[in-house]
């Protein structure tokens, strides 16, 4: 991708306010299209799997935009890229059609070994070529724009020459690509690492801002853990509020994994979102291919058979 | 100043391995432990006590809840030794695939090589472990369920000229106990009396229409005709098969039953239709 990121993100859709696509809220989530813009999926939840899951991506894909936000290319990690993941993400974004796709700026795996979580990278010159070589090593092979997001993190790495913002901002400007602004991270690493939120988002490039996440948070102990299980806080819509001010912003994902409250509450804090972004960005709030279908959608019968729980939940997340 | 490898192995390790990080955390007393050999002094020194801790749990907790959705009987039965064992069976058999789920995959293995004392309790342990995990990988496996329609055998041009589907995400299990039994009694929270094994051949499945992940006890004879059915051939060719393994019956009786039996395995979704066979 030869072209200069921020050319790339003019051409990019704006595709409004989202969900996330959950296996415990699918149904509700199809019965209720006419209130979400668009999903977005965890690829690795659906990469070479059949049965439910594979109907259910195939049902979201006939009502909505899907967009990829995946939770294990280790894109800081010191292994090798791994060819088979690459070939299978690239299989279901290509099936999906996303008009992009993003990751964490973290590590999930070294030695061979997955340990399934977002890990906090150092914030060093070393840590920034080598992330931002890999970067624009997997954008050139999946052959789409690629968005790197900001990790909530609850623990300093050893041997830091800069801070966390100037960390961010040297990949995505070495590495050229996008970012997808989680603006409950910025909020939670604010309160356990004691800084400005607005200093930091003044300090990144917001211009490469793509998407946003707004999600929840729970205080667990002395630490404000983003757990993705709680209602939004005013905080955090002010922060939104805030980048939305500043830059143009592609989507906005609501991001709820775990402790799902009843779907009207879902549907409430979508318009919330929805308002916040009417007041600078109308079309983000309004999305031309959402406006033009804007009717009312045949609700579909909830599943005969919902299958019980087995394995885990989409994203890890904490819940005590 | 350690390199970014270096830092990445040294704090997996730290989150990942108990023994490491209580000697870290504690008095650091006495040698430093085999896995920290290569860890350089100054991540020792600086890094972040309470982040270690904190990483460990998310960690553990993720891990161990994964495993518990996938192996509730197991987890159950083992009760307060299930953590341990987790624990062993991660250390033992790190994650290798980028999905959650396949973290659980190797437990029966594990429990067949490491475990021990538990086998000795319970020496069913793994083959519950394989039950358990089979109707998850049913329920996900990569490939597509097309049932075709089946009309029910009444003549024998029928039975001469078509043959069964068998669905393609059917294994048959040959557990060496009464698996079923055995998972029925954890569930109800019956406490479980000394086990006998008890040969139960199990077919597992994704059911065609519901994609649940099933199973069905069956005998030996519809095993045989399951397997020998995955290639193609008339319910004709099987019927031999069927009285050879049923020689207590009166042939006649054996072809209604076989009948009978095609008609239970198309209704449970283990055939999944009837196709013509050659010409």
């Keep these: 991708m030869a072209r200069d990121f921020l050319d790339i993100k003019k051409g990019l859709p704006v595709i409004g306010v989202g969900l996330g696509l959950r296996r415990e809220i699918a149904d509700e989530t199809f019965n209720h299209a006419n209130e979400i813009d668009w999903l977005e999926f965890v690829p690795e939840n659906y990469m070479r799997l059949g049965g439910m899951a594979k109907e259910r991506l195939e049902t979201a894909l006939g009502q909505f935009p899907l967009v990829s936000h995946g939770v294990n290319l280790s894109i800081g990690s010191t292994d090798e890229l791994s060819d088979q993941y690459l070939s299978e993400l690239k299989q279901v974004l290509d099936r999906a059609n996303a008009p992009w796709w993003s990751d964490h700026l973290c590590f999930t795996s070294i030695g061979g070994a997955y340990m399934h ?3 906090p990278l150092p914030f060093t010159k070393e840590a920034v070529r080598h992330i931002a070589d890999r970067i624009k090593r997997v954008q050139d092979y999946i052959e789409r724009p690629f968005l790197i997001e900001n990790i909530s993190f609850y623990m300093n790495m050893p041997g830091a020459e ?4 100037q960390f961010m901002t040297e990949i995505l400007e070495t590495a050229d690509c996008g970012l997808l602004l989680d603006v409950n991270n910025v909020y939670v690493n604010s309160v356990n690492h004691n800084f400005d939120a607005c ?13 946003m996440h707004v999600a929840g948070h729970k205080r667990i102990g002395e630490y404000v853990i983003d757990t993705h299980g709680a209602p939004l806080i005013e905080p955090v819509y002010e922060l939104l509020n805030y980048v939305l001010e500043r830059t143009t912003v592609h989507g906005v994902l609501l991001e709820r994994d775990q402790n799902f409250p009843a779907f009207d509450e879902l549907v409430a804090e979508l318009k919330m979102i929805r308002a916040v972004a009417q007041k600078t960005q109308p079309g983000l709030a309004s999305p031309t291919h959402r406006a033009a279908s804007r009717t009312l959608e045949p ?4 599943a005969a058979n919902s299958l019980p729980a087995k394995g885990g939940r989409d994203l890890r997340a904490l819940s005590a | 100043m350690p390199s970014l490898h270096e830092v990445e192995k040294s704090l997996s390790t730290l989150w990942l391995n108990k023994d490491a990080r209580q000697w870290l955390l504690g008095s650091r007393k006495g040698p430093v432990p085999e896995v920290l050999a290569n860890v350089p002094v100054e991540i020792l020194r600086q890094v972040d006590r309470k982040g270690i801790e904190l990483y460990a749990g998310l960690l553990s907790f993720g891990h161990n809840d994964v495993m518990e959705s996938v192996y509730p009987f197991t987890a159950r039965l083992l009760g307060k030794k299930w953590p341990a064992t987790v624990d062993d069976y991660l250390a033992k058999f790190p994650p290798e695939h980028y999905n959650f789920n396949r973290l659980c995959k190797r437990f029966s293995e594990y429990l067949t ?14 083959e519950l472990a394989d039950y358990e995990w089979i109707e998850l ?11 075709v329609p089946h009309e029910q055998l009444t003549t024998t041009q029928q039975i001469a000229s078509f043959g069964p589907i068998v669905n393609p995400t059917l294994s048959v299990r040959d557990y060496k106990f009464d698996i079923l039994s055995i998972s029925a009694e954890i569930e109800a929270g019956r406490k479980l009396a000394k086990v006998k094994p008890e040969r139960t051949l ?14 069905a006890q069956i005998g030996e004879a519809a095993a045989q005709i399951v397997e020998i059915s995955k290639s193609p051939v008339t319910y004709q060719a099987l019927l031999p098969v069927v009285v050879s393994l049923t020689p207590q019956l009166d042939p006649q009786e054996s072809v209604a039953d076989f009948l009978e039996l095609v008609e239970d395995l198309q209704e449970l979704g283990i055939f999944i239709g009837s196709t013509q066979i050659g010409n």
């Design chain 1, 117 to 119: 979580d977002l890990l």
């Design chain 1, 299 to 302: 609700k579909r019968p909830a």
């Design chain 1, 162 to 165: 800069m801070t966390d913002a």
């Design chain 2, 137 to 147: 990988e049913k329920m996900e496996e990569d490939v597509d369920i097309i049932s």
């Design chain 2, 202 to 215: 199990v077919a597992a499945y994704r059911h065609p229409k519901t994609h649940a992940g099933k199973f």
């Design chain 2, 113 to 126: 090589i490491h475990g021990g004392s538990l086998l000795e309790k319970y020496p069913f342990l793994p």
């Design chain 1, 199 to 211: 200093d930091y988002l003044n300090q990144i490039p917001l211009d490469r801002t793509v998407q």
